[in-house]
């Protein structure tokens, strides 16, 4: 691999003439001992209006990017400041946070400054543990339950509408286990606007879990449903029949068939650490960290929060 390293201003007049000569990108690229990447990004981040590449011009705006991207601390009771206490206090990622504020057109703050901050104890009330998703701690996959059902649609015969993410109201389920014998929550995620929908449990019966989808998904187009071969949705032929949709099932061990369910769910985790209770949740506290989650950010939606992209899709 090569070593990387800044480009001169010899460098920068050499491929000029390179690319005056009309050599390719990647023969300018080895006679300069360069990636071809690094040339192309070089051109691209430094050309003019006109698309022409000046490396006097070049060597400026690099200069000039330097200067900008020297870390500067966050001053405490600043607008930037209160801008990210604001998004921490409702739980929204870094990235989100920093995506927002430049959506309103503010500059100046990457999610690294605000993972960096909350690191180093400089927003004062604000740590990993209490604000940050995995707490700092690294992401840990999880398998899917065992096959234990026979499903009639599996996950490979979804029509491409559905494939595609381009309507609201398919969704994808699966449910969250709290301590044992204490109850789960039943979760459903629209794939389009990622919004979710969740009903509490008391168990993992079929049965009951069947119910839980009637509380969840009240007043809800359903288009189709998504789910693993979970015991819990044994109970899926009446499931069709009462929200008038078709079940479809992902493969066992397979949790990226399902990815949006999957993401949240470990989103929800933040807010119910394993080993919840379940029974002791009132719906108003799980509702109330529903509504957080569905007006939270998401880089997937442009930035945009469920309810503002349903809104949007609505109004177009």
């Not at 979804?158 to 449910?175: A, F, H, K, V, Y």
């Not at 288009?223 to 099932?249: C, Q, R, W």
């Not at 950010?297 to 503002?308: D, T």
Request: glycine share 6%; with cysteine.
């Amino acid at each position: 691999m090569q070593s990387y390293h800044h480009f001169t201003i010899e460098e920068r007049e050499c491929l000029l003439e390179k690319l005056k000569e009309g050599q390719t990108l990647r023969k300018i690229a080895k006679e300069l001992n360069k990636n071809v990447s690094s040339i192309s990004r070089e051109i691209k981040r430094n050309k003019n209006k006109n698309g022409t590449y000046y490396p006097w011009q070049a060597t400026v705006l690099y200069i000039r990017r330097r200067k900008d991207s020297v870390k500067r601390p966050l001053i405490s009771d600043s607008e930037i400041h209160h801008f990210i206490c604001a998004g921490l206090d409702k739980f929204w990622a870094p990235e989100a946070i920093s995506a927002r504020w430049k959506l309103v057109g503010g500059k100046g703050l990457s999610h690294t400054t605000i993972y960096r901050a909350i690191k180093n104890e400089l927003l004062l009330g604000y740590s990993p543990k209490t604000h940050l998703r995995r707490r700092g701690k690294r992401k840990n996959s999880r398998n899917s339950n065992n096959a234990s059902i026979k499903p009639v649609h599996k996950i490979h015969e979804r029509p491409n509408i559905i494939e595609s993410r381009s309507r609201l109201g398919d969704l994808e389920g699966d449910t969250v286990y709290g301590a044992i014998g204490k109850g789960v929550l039943l979760t459903l995620v629209d794939r389009a606007s990622r919004k979710l929908y969740a009903a509490r449990a008391q168990s993992r019966e079929s049965e009951i879990i069947k119910k839980a989808f009637g509380v969840a998904l009240k007043n809800v187009n359903v288009e189709s449903i998504t789910l693993d071969m979970g015991s819990e949705f044994a109970k899926f032929p009446e499931i069709e029949i009462e929200h008038n949709t078709t079940v479809y099932f992902a493969d066992p061990h397979s949790p990226w068939q399902r990815g949006s369910n999957e993401n949240i769910n470990g989103l929800l985790r933040f807010f119910f650490p394993k080993g919840t209770n379940f029974l002791t949740v009132t719906d108003e506290e799980l509702q109330n960290v529903v509504e957080l989650i569905n007006n939270r950010p998401r880089k997937c939606l442009g930035w945009l929060s469920p309810h503002e992209f349903i809104y949007a899709k609505c109004c177009t």
